[in-house]
């Protein structure tokens, strides 16, 4: 915080399409997609007339006890989206509400079953899932939640698996160890485990880790086997960042509870959602004296605005995926990636799939720089000089645009955040610190 009170803050005014212009006057590519969120662009006159055209109805209704056109629509939509099952839609607004709620709905599954003592969670190693206290616990971001470690309940954690990957070809992959891992410890506790959760296919905080093509269904089947609730946290994947619109149905996985956020709304307003089997649903019904219920809610759950918005979005995205634009602007993204980086002295890696990718920023003589040189912020810094904003994790630069560049867009990103890399490392001043 000392550091981020001692910059000047970079205030922004508009945007439009791919670009953020700040009150000076200042335009920037947004390689972040505003915390990985937007997906047609700023300002997007489809979704902008959605969001009016709602307005002039009601901002916003309560769906406790009552419904709303745009919040039922959006059910029916996610459903149909969704793997043949899913059709139970608890809306909520942000990822980590998404996330506890399947939390919770498996605890009290469990119990409501008459199996109490299924209560612990699993999660993969270096999974992110959120900063409240349940997301927290089943989350494995080190330094970041640790100090909170004492608050949240127990969780075990299996190895993630192996997989490097750019350009759409992959370079390494070994699931072997993770399963293995995963199926012991299942043996040894599935009895006392509700869940599993687990990021499908890349591990957005965790710098970009991928995952093999299978290997999510390997997990789904492991799951099924020990009788284990399998959550799919697709915050982040969803919505055409790896090119299609879910992750689970490209793997044919169908998990038990499905959580979506961030892209939902192509960037706009807060949403989320947490689709669950019917059968778990039916596992609720009762009389009121039974307490059966779920006993959980939000003040905007359901929000008609973001409702309206989020249909849009996902019409506009069906017909990106569906002309190829989607995989031919992925296609592209990877192959000027794996041009400037692939060989680059300062990248120790790249890794890449769909429109997301990280960089791992290494001196060019080996080793790793020490935390306090902070040269992946030094970069972003510089690249924001070029017009350019990223977000770095520690010395990875994760990039993360927003799916409506073009081909000239995405080279403009590449070539930025090269020209960023080679204005500060080669002359970059730090005591070395081998790993």
Request: charged share 20%; net charge negative.
């Amino acid at each position: 915080m000392q550091e981020y009170w001692a910059q000047p803050p970079l205030v922004i005014a508009s945007g439009r399409g791919g670009w953020l212009t700040d009150t000076e006057g200042r335009e920037y590519l947004d390689g972040n997609a505003s915390i990985w969120t937007n997906v047609h662009g700023h300002n997007d006159p489809d979704l902008n007339a959605a969001l009016q055209r709602q307005l002039g109805k009601v901002a916003h209704a309560t769906m406790l006890g009552l419904a709303h056109e745009p919040g039922a629509m959006l059910a029916a939509e996610l459903a149909d989206l969704a793997p043949e099952g899913l059709g139970r839609v608890f809306f909520s607004d942000n990822g980590a509400g998404a996330v506890e709620i399947a939390l919770k709905m498996s605890f009290q599954y469990w119990q409501l079953a008459g199996k109490p003592e299924k209560r612990g969670a699993i999660g993969l190693a270096g999974g992110y899932h959120g900063d409240t206290f349940g997301t927290m616990s089943v989350g494995d971001s080190g330094f970041f939640h640790e100090r909170f470690r004492a608050w949240g309940f127990p969780a075990d954690h299996f190895p993630a698996p192996v997989c490097r990957e750019w350009a759409g070809v992959v370079q390494t992959a070994d699931t072997s160890a993770s399963l293995e891992a995963l199926e012991a410890l299942l043996i040894e506790k599935a009895d006392r485990i509700a869940c599993l959760i687990l990021e499908p296919s890349v591990q957005g905080a965790a710098g970009m880790r991928l995952q093999p093509p299978g290997f999510v269904g390997a997990v789904a089947a492991l799951c099924r086997k020990h009788e284990v609730h399998l959550i799919l946290d697709e915050v982040f994947v969803a919505f055409g960042r790896l090119g299609s619109m879910l992750v689970c149905t490209e793997e044919g996985v169908t998990p038990d509870f499905l959580c979506l956020a961030k892209g939902l709304t192509g960037g706009y307003l807060p949403l989320a959602a947490t689709l669950a089997r019917e059968e778990i649903f039916e596992a609720f019904l009762g009389t009121y004296e039974s307490r059966r219920a779920f006993f959980h809610g939000h003040t905007f759950t359901g929000n008609p605005l973001a409702a309206a918005v989020a249909l849009e979005n996902i019409r506009k995205l069906r017909l990106l995926i569906a002309d190829g634009t989607l995989a031919a602007r992925a296609t592209c993204f990877g192959r000027l990636l794996a041009a400037a980086f692939a060989d680059h002295p300062h990248v120790g890696e790249l890794r890449q799939r769909g429109l997301t990718a990280a960089i791992d920023l290494v001196p060019a003589d080996g080793g790793i720089y020490p935390v306090a040189a902070r040269a992946g912020w030094q970069v972003c810094m510089k690249a924001r000089e070029h017009g350019l904003l990223l977000r770095p994790l520690g010395d990875s630069l994760l990039i993360v645009p927003p799916l409506c560049l073009s081909e000239t867009e995405l080279g403009e990103l590449v070539s930025r955040t090269l020209r960023a890399i080679n204005d500060i490392l080669p002359t970059f001043q730090y005591h070395a610190q081998r790993s």
